[in-house]
């Protein structure tokens, strides 16, 4: 869980001798047009203009930046990231539709990097979020954030880059990390149960102990009825 | 998060609403936030929201030896950081009554200027793709990249060149590097009049620029505006010349003032701000190869290092105002207190809440980007 | 020119009882004034002198003289220079008179000292947290705030220490200076 490695790769079983073509032509297809989230969590977003602009132009790859969540396919964590940012990050990730891919740029991201010391910066971002690829430095240059990405490109079409089921599967470890760094009324308004069931992603680590203490606490999110029009619900007196 | 799973709650009926604007957002420099208030889309009250970046570093640089902090300063200012670095080895220099040989002198401030300009480039190319002007941005931050790979050769590093030691600097110039520099001086001022054609005449940006956060010289000295930002409202103050350092009385160069201290003027000011940079560069260039001796004073073993006890106030102006450090030492072999005053603490906080009030929000990524704002050194 | 000015800017602050102006270079002048002074002496400076720009506020924290110290460091754009004000301030309670009205730029610097040393500014715009508004300990600037010890109980981090660099390590190569005795440098003392 903590390491890429260790993400069991789960060998789908399909009849129809058509469906493994058409999961690598999706791949394919996923791999060529990705959408990097415009989010500036620490200092190594000063090298995505220069890799993102002429001189290294990264959309010649069918990259481009983007500048909702929702319609991005990979968050970038450029650097270190202060504990009040990574609430944010989580709140960001869960946002993203599936599937989704998170690299960790800077070493900063991997152990903490020069900030060990700091009080105000979460040291492993791994503990947190699963993270599909590492990119080193301090700060890494544009070509190597452009190989890294290259390197992503290749693990999705091949789809070693599973990252985001994980999140789904081990939800509980994740959710558990976050609790003991925010304290154990974290919740974010997104229902990761509920959507790791709509995947078919609910594996033995989605729930235990820290999910049963989310749900003590949570606010029940029911879903509303489908309704034609606009029509707003009064407020209960 | 699905969208059914909002209740929609009935509201008295109103224009008022609240926009968190960042920090996941495209039009603010960094990772910072502002709260609005809007009355349709006109900003009613206006809120900042830093820490995002937050790494305490005024602690960290407590815990750490005095040569190690070195690498840790230019973190602080990400897109200009040469000055941070600068101003800590002279406060040290300060403390310790290190005499900076004269040939060190001369590189730093080559270094700063380089530094300068790059920042320079970077900040009007973000304000122009605030104004939709993506052309500008592209131009500015390839041409930057020029100067990040002389900082490359000199330095060895592309952004962040940890070069400036307490005592002088790391290295000496490669060959021919001084040749190298003049070229890219001789492109860049080639350039100048494209980007004006393109940026500085193009009445899309007159019109979008020219009235926006306007403050006036008042406004601005009573909110301890300083740098480009101060200098678009008539004022000619300047660091460099008024609070001289290293070798900049020397130097002839010029302060560009604009007296109408909006966007636009900001904008303008850095753009005049470049030929000046330019200007000094060259000189530095011509004097550079006559300057002869070593680049750094001798310093005592850095592992075991005690900085004599005293305080001392350091100023450089940078390409945001002016970066001052309050550095404590008690004789021990690490910082007592360090002190970081980034300009942008000013601008990027009180400034800028108080000039988003009355802006449409169409305006607001403008104000923020031709103030120069970075988050970094105001949440540390 | 600037003689002069030195010369008045010394007799006006004499006006102030229980000051001691030290003058550290041409443009530099430290001032050390009873806290209950200071008010006056930065009316004083404003006023008469041109000191209008406040640069910053600083704040150590002398933990075993029970001691804050803030320095106000004002700057003239006249006479071209900077004049750092020092007061000190009893640790417990830790209480002081804003400056805003007088500087307006002090607003930021006293909402910054109140979250990271827990002082309180009377008077001033905006006591709220800015930077730290998720921060749930103690204000971490201060001397006794161990942010090691913080980190380890809330934080999990690893010492980089692979297998390569043992080897080394045991062939008497490896990081010369171990990071224990670069630290403690001190204790050779």
Not at chain 1, 46 to 67: C, H, K, N, W, Y
């Amino acid at each position: 869980m903590s390491s890429i490695k260790q993400i069991p790769v789960i060998e789908e079983k399909r009849t129809n001798p058509l469906a493994r073509v058409f999961d690598e032509l999706v791949r394919f297809c996923r791999s060529r047009s990705l959408f990097l989230l415009h989010y500036c969590t620490g200092c190594g977003a000063i090298e995505l203009p220069p890799a993102m602009t002429s001189r290294f132009d990264m959309e010649r790859l069918g990259i481009q930046p983007m500048v909702s969540p929702r319609q991005a396919d990979i968050l970038l964590i450029t650097g270190y990231v202060s504990i009040k940012t990574l609430k944010r990050v989580i709140l960001t990730y869960e946002q993203m539709g599936s599937p989704k891919y998170v690299i960790g740029i800077c070493s900063c991201t991997v152990n903490g990097g020069m900030y060990w010391q700091s009080y105000a910066t979460a040291k492993k971002l791994d503990e947190y979020m699963p993270v599909d690829l590492y990119i080193a430095g301090c700060m890494p240059r544009p070509e190597a954030v452009i190989e890294g990405l290259q390197q992503l490109m290749q693990r999705i079409k091949t789809g070693e880059a599973k990252g985001w089921e994980d999140y789904y599967r081990n939800y509980d470890y994740y959710l558990g990390n976050q609790q003991k760094l925010f304290g154990n009324d974290w919740q974010t308004p997104t229902d990761v149960i509920t959507e790791a069931k709509h995947y078919d992603l609910l594996g033995e680590g989605t729930l235990g102990e820290h999910t049963a203490l989310l749900e003590q606490h949570q606010q029940p999110l029911e879903a509303l009825e489908m309704r034609l029009g606009h029509q707003v619900k009064e407020p209960a007196e | 998060m699905r969208p059914e799973n909002y209740e929609a709650q009935r509201q008295p009926p109103s224009n008022e609403f609240e926009l968190n604007f960042g920090p996941n957002h495209p039009g603010i420099e960094g990772n910072y936030a502002l709260k609005l208030k809007l009355h349709g889309d006109q900003v009613v009250e206006a809120k900042a929201d830093g820490g995002y970046l937050h790494r305490g570093f005024e602690k960290l640089m407590e815990q750490r030896l005095w040569i190690q902090n070195i690498a840790l300063v230019p973190r602080i200012c990400v897109p200009d950081p040469s000055p941070m670095e600068l101003c800590y080895s002279m406060a040290v220099e300060q403390l310790c009554g290190l005499e900076v040989p004269e040939r060190a002198q001369w590189i730093r401030v080559m270094q700063l200027e380089l530094s300068r300009i790059a920042a320079h480039l970077f900040t009007f190319g973000g304000h122009a793709a605030t104004t939709g002007m993506y052309s500008t941005m592209y131009w500015g931050v390839a041409d930057r990249d020029l100067l990040l790979d002389l900082f490359e050769e000199f330095t060895g590093g592309r952004v962040y060149s940890i070069y400036n030691i307490p005592g002088g600097v790391r290295r000496e110039l490669p060959d021919g590097f001084l040749q190298r520099v003049s070229e890219t001086l001789d492109y860049l001022e080639s350039r100048l009049p494209d980007y004006d054609n393109l940026f500085f005449k193009n009445q899309v940006f007159v019109r979008r620029a020219k009235g926006v956060g306007v403050m006036s010289q008042e406004q601005a000295l009573a909110w301890g505006v300083t740098g480009p930002n101060l200098r678009a409202t008539g004022l000619a103050f300047d660091v460099r010349r008024d609070d001289p350092y290293l070798v900049y009385d020397q130097l002839e160069f010029e302060i560009p003032t604009e007296e109408s201290g909006d966007a636009w003027a900001r904008t303008l000011v850095r753009r005049l701000e470049l030929v000046q940079s330019i200007r000094i560069l060259r000189q530095v260039v011509e004097a550079l190869p006559d300057i002869r001796g070593p680049i750094r004073a001798p310093i005592p073993n850095p592992l075991a290092w005690n900085v004599p006890a005293g305080e001392v106030y350091t100023r450089v102006e940078s390409s945001k105002g002016e970066t001052c450090y309050f550095v404590v030492s008690n004789g021990g072999p690490k910082p007592y207190r360090v002190h970081v005053r980034g300009p942008s603490s000013m601008h990027a906080v009180q400034v800028l809440e108080k000039m988003s009030v009355g802006s449409r929000i169409e305006d607001i990524a403008q104000t923020m980007f031709s103030l120069d704002a970075c988050p970094p050194e105001v949440d540390r | 020119m600037s003689k002069e000015i030195a010369h008045w800017l010394d007799n006006l602050l004499e006006e102030i009882e229980g000051i001691k102006v030290r003058r550290k270079s041409s443009r530099r002048v430290r001032v050390d004034v009873p806290a209950d002074a200071l008010p006056a002496l930065l009316e004083l400076l404003q006023g008469r002198a041109g000191y209008i720009h406040l640069s910053a506020i600083s704040c150590v924290d002398w933990i075993e003289e029970e001691e804050f110290e803030l320095v106000y460091h004002v700057w003239s754009y006249e006479s071209h220079s900077l004049v750092s004000a020092h007061i000190r301030i009893a640790r417990d309670p830790g209480v002081y008179l804003s400056v805003y009205d007088l500087y307006q730029p002090a607003a930021f610097f006293e909402r910054d000292i109140h979250e990271m040393y827990g002082i309180h500014f009377e008077g001033s715009p905006n006591m709220e947290k800015f930077i730290l508004t998720e921060w749930n300990g103690p204000p971490p600037m201060r001397k006794e705030f161990d942010s090691e010890a913080y980190i380890n109980e809330h934080l999990s981090w690893q010492n980089y220490n692979p297998e390569w660099l043992q080897e080394l390590i045991a062939e008497g190569g490896g990081i010369i200076i171990p990071p224990e005795e670069q630290r403690f440098s001190q204790k050779k003392k």
